[in-house]
Nanobody, 125 residues
């Protein structure tokens, strides 16, 4: 059973940075796709980024060049480094996981079986 616990959310000014962390347990490094989703008020959840390893990463177009996903497989911690933050990035961010089948994409949402409790990110202009 995969367990996911997020931390690191908070508030930032537009143009600022935040780093989210997710403690991951019960997963297999070679058999799991890990990622981040987010949900803004009144909007559907959307995939932000996903990772299998250093050569298999996927990003939503809206965050490419600004966000970086990484995995410390020794500490079993998933990170999302967010820079050049925009008010549109305000959302609840969720750490997610699913069994790896083929490439690790940050979609579709229904393929992700495991979800953390979420951490809030608020960006002010």
């Amino acid at each position: 059973q995969v367990q996911l616990v997020e931390s690191g959310g908070g508030s930032a000014q537009a143009g600022g940075s935040l780093r989210l962390s997710c403690a991951v347990s019960g997963y297999g490094y070679y058999s799991t796709c890990l990622g981040w989703f987010r949900q803004a008020p009144g909007k559907a959840r959307e995939g932000v980024a996903a990772i299998r390893n250093k050569v298999n990463q996927d990003y939503a177009d809206s965050v490419k060049g600004r966000f970086t996903i990484s995995l410390d497989n020794v500490k079993n911690v998933l990170y999302l480094e967010m820079t050049s933050l925009e008010p549109e990035d305000t959302a609840m961010y969720y750490c997610v996981a699913r069994p790896l089948i083929g490439y690790c994409y940050a979609k579709p949402i229904h393929s992700f079986d495991y979800w953390g409790q979420g951490t809030q990110v608020t960006v002010s202009s």
